[in-house]
């Protein structure tokens, strides 16, 4: 199953849609750990929250199989300077509406590498691709 | 587990969206930085904090908590408690300070 979302850049009201239809979608099919839907879901919460502090607005995808789930993440841009740097928990060049709404404290990214289990950044000034992997482990348990 | 009942017999707190059942919370998160919660927070715990935006719903949306405590100063909105509700997540206001409430459910034997 492959499913899109669009997600629009400086919007709080409309941002955690894509997450909260994933998780809906999720929970109905009550095929996996419920831990494991949260960890998903909060790394979806994440990315999809990225988007609109940081980017001109871009989309989702997700592609759900029996074993795995498969998270996309596309913005248009400015893209990601230094995405090690970006990594680093604190490191923050959000603004201070996104402050206003509890994020923004440069954990985001840091987040979404532990919550994952396999996570890749491809970045240029035209835009960034996330790409998650999730299997279901030991800490769903 | 602490029930939101016992938490409610203290008048410093109060239900914004009272349901039919009571709840249940198996310990308590207190921050204003989401991602710290989204990173620490246990599902069915409470978050107490001040950011009373829909970004605290879909939070708990994602971590699977449905108590709110939204401490001093917090402002709260119709639409707020309108979506809240909707989404089935109490909100519990109090004019206590993020510590102040932590102390209280200590004294209490709640947390």
Do not use: W
Not at chain 1, 53 to 59: L, P
Not at chain 1, 78 to 106: C, R, V, W
Not at chain 2, 6 to 25: A, G
């Amino acid at each position: 199953m492959v499913k899109e979302h669009q997600i629009i850049a400086g919007n709080f009201d409309l941002a955690g849609r894509a997450s909260t239809d994933l998780k809906r979608l999720l929970k109905s099919m009550a095929t996996y750990p419920r831990l494991y839907v949260n960890r998903v879901c909060s790394a979806s919460y994440e990315a999809e929250i990225n988007i609109v502090i940081h980017s001109v607005g871009g989309y989702m995808t997700y592609e759900v199989s029996e074993t795995t789930i498969e998270l996309n993440f596309y913005d248009d841009g400015p893209g990601i300077s230094d995405i090690e740097l970006a990594m680093k928990k604190g490191y923050s060049t959000a603004s201070q509406i996104a402050h206003l709404n509890g994020f923004g404290a440069g954990m985001g990214l840091n987040n979404i590498k532990e919550l994952s289990d396999r996570l890749t950044i491809h970045s240029t000034p035209r835009g960034t691709h996330l790409k998650m992997i999730f299997t279901i482990g030991e800490r769903d348990a | 587990m602490p029930k939101l009942s016992i938490l409610l017999e203290n008048t410093h707190y109060t239900i914004l969206n009272p349901s039919l059942e009571d709840r249940v919370f198996t310990g308590v998160y207190a921050t204003d930085l989401l991602s710290t919660a989204i990173k620490h927070m246990k599902p069915d715990m409470a978050l107490i904090t001040l950011i009373s935006t829909n970004s605290t719903l879909n939070l708990a949306m994602m971590v699977d908590f449905n108590i709110i405590i939204l401490t001093k100063d917090a402002e709260v909105t119709e639409s707020f408690i309108h979506k809240a509700t909707l989404e089935d997540i109490t909100l519990v206001k109090t004019d206590y300070l993020t510590h102040e409430v932590i102390i209280d459910l200590v004294k209490r034997g709640l947390i």
